[in-house]
């Protein structure tokens, strides 16, 4: 809960207490106090709907003070020491009994659907974002009803930034549609998650970018996902030098809100599952869309937004027209990553676009043409065991498709490989989404590692593995206890064999990723541990 929030709590428990036992005296101090107490948080911080209990308890309290107030000012003629009767402590332990079941709905919602804040970014610049709106007037948008139109997409750029302590927070999402899709994906109604759009994040909006040229990265969220939802990392990797440019997808995103106000919903489930099938599994009769047959699936469309992707950061390398990233972008030094659908749509598109040179894949299956054709590029893949897969309740086919066909794509082994077992993280531990309730845990959405702990070992190998390919950097890499990392190297650039020492530590051969005992923080990159 955020200060105001509590402080208005407060004024509530203690306004309750002075009704049950002490009404006329607590009057004067607490019934305009409570009215005070709301405006002021309304104000300040803002209203928001798991505020409601209280807000409603507030104007209960003061309605009632202000009658037994008149009340008492009419008698005080009349009134005359009482004497004890039997039976009078009931009605305060009554009404004790009652505010107490009251307060505990009132504490309880908006903990429950928190204004969270994200960690601060560990590396040494600050974060900007800006959000961009790009047409690709030389694709058609074939997932929608009207063949004759373009594709869109809406982009959010995080980039390295001068440091102001002192500068406003951007909003983590900006869209009441976003809110509205992600409660559908969760199956809650949907006034669920609108709270998100009064967290804060480590942002700062249009802020004067850092000196130098810096590597990009595109990222892909999952279905029915949103360009923020995995900000934790995203803001990481700015603040250690990246620029990372997230894509709302239009008919796979949760909701895409254009400018001027058009929203794009994303496509029904079924449909969605089904084109995506096809580029996993190909079926002889394809799916078909708007009287449109997808022989090759969903992916390949996702895929192409990528190197046009690539295209528009490039102009914005040479002419932004905020005045922010002009010379700031190399996309020379480009990757990609991406979860869930996302991650699935990374290694082909690795594959497609030259300029790509690394790509990192988070939980996600592979399309049959990646398992057959592996990755060009080096790359990462971040998931988990299928007994951690079991106890969140995926299938045995699921299982199956997505440990088999990771592992393939790594084993073929065109360029240097990565596979990062995380046992005990479920599938949204990869995204934001565990800090947004703490219901998302309760309910079994969440893996026994803990987000914190899961969002530290995510970002810790994103940023050694593309400091490795894009930077030219020799980052140590930590152990986290019951973490497997395995590599199969192709370059010099790659791990190679190491032993440890007589202290307990590992050799590292120049350009090398390595491995240190848990615990231990890597020698030469700021921030890490």
Same mark, same amino acid.
């Given at each position: ?13 203690? &306004? ?9 005296? /607590?009057?004067?101090?607490? $019934? ?15 209203? !928001?709907?798991?505020? +409601?209990? +209280? ?69 040494? @610049? ?12 030389? #694709?058609?948008?074939? =997932? ?62 249009? *802020?004067?970018? $850092?000196?130098?040229?810096?590597? /990009? ?5 999952? &279905? %029915? ?14 603040? @250690? ?11 796979? +995103? ?10 794009? %919903? $994303? ?10 099938? %096809? ?12 009287? #449109? ?10 895929? !192409? ?7 528009? =950061? ?7 027209? #905020?005045?922010? =990233? ?74 199956? %498709? ?40 309760? =309910? ?28 030219? *950097? ?56």
């Amino acid at each position: 809960m955020r200060p105001f929030e509590i402080g208005l709590v407060v004024a509530e428990a203690l &306004a309750c207490l002075g009704l049950a036992f002490r009404p006329v005296r /607590v009057s004067a101090v607490f $019934a305009p106090a409570i009215p005070v107490a709301v405006v002021a948080q309304v104000l300040v911080e803002g209203a !928001r709907w798991p505020m +409601a209990p +209280a807000y409603a308890l507030a104007a209960a309290l003061t309605g009632l003070w202000a009658r037994r107030a008149v009340t008492t000012v009419r008698a005080l003629p009349r009134l005359r020491p009482a004497r004890p009767r039997a039976g009078t402590v009931l009605g305060p332990v009554a009404m004790v009994v009652v505010m107490v079941v009251v307060m505990v709905v009132v504490v309880a919602v908006p903990l429950l659907l928190p204004v969270f804040r994200f960690p601060r970014p560990t590396g040494p @610049h600050g974060v900007g974002t800006l959000t961009y709106h790009w047409t690709d007037h030389s #694709r058609r948008e074939i =997932l929608g009803p009207d063949p004759r139109a373009p594709r869109e997409l809406m982009a959010q750029i995080w980039y390295p930034a001068q440091a102001d302590p002192s500068a406003p927070r951007a909003s983590y999402v900006q869209d009441g549609p976003i809110t509205d899709g992600i409660a559908r994906l969760l199956g809650a109604p949907g006034v669920t998650f609108q709270h998100l759009r009064q967290v804060r994040t480590n942002a700062v909006a249009d *802020a004067p970018a $850092a000196p130098g040229r810096h590597p /990009v990265l595109v990222f892909l969220t999952g &279905a %029915q996902g949103f360009r923020q939802s995995n900000t934790f990392q995203a803001e990481e990797l700015a603040s @250690h030098g990246y620029v990372v440019a997230a894509l709302d997808q239009p008919y796979t +995103a949760a909701a895409v809100t254009f400018p001027g106000g058009r929203t794009v %919903q $994303a496509l029904p489930r079924d449909r969605m599952s089904a084109l995506i099938e %096809q580029s996993l599994t190909p079926a002889a009769t394809p799916p078909v869309l708007h009287g #449109r047959a997808f022989p090759e699936g969903l992916i390949p469309h996702l895929a !192409r937004d990528v190197p046009f992707a690539l295209d528009r =950061l490039r102009d914005l390398d040479r002419a932004d027209p #905020r005045r922010v =990233l002009t010379g700031r972008l190399d996309v020379a030094r480009a990757g990609v990553f991406g979860v869930s659908l996302g991650g699935i749509v990374a290694p082909l598109a690795a594959n497609l676009e030259p300029r790509l040179r690394a790509g990192l894949v988070m939980d996600a299956r592979m399309t049959a043409d990646v398992v057959r054709d592996g990755m060009r590029t080096p790359a990462m893949w971040l998931t988990r065991d299928a007994a951690t897969m079991r106890r969140e309740g995926w299938d045995e086919a699921e299982i199956e %498709q997505h440990q088999t066909t990771m592992r393939a794509v790594y084993e073929k082994r065109p360029a240097d490989g990565y596979f990062i077992t995380m046992p005990d993280t479920f599938h949204l531990d990869y995204t934001d989404a565990t800090a947004w309730s703490p219901l998302i845990g309760m =309910l079994g959405f969440s893996g026994p590692i803990g987000a914190e702990r899961a969002h530290t070992i995510i970002n810790a190998y994103t940023l050694a593995f593309f400091d490795t390919y894009l930077k030219d *950097a020799h980052p140590a890499l930590p152990v986290f206890s019951g973490v497997r990392a395995e590599a199969t190297p192709t370059s010099s650039r790659a791990p190679a064999p190491t032993a440890p020492d007589n202290r307990g530590r590992t050799s590292r051969p120049a350009g090398a990723l390595v491995t240190l005992p848990a615990g231990e923080k890597p020698r030469g990159h700021e921030g890490w541990g």
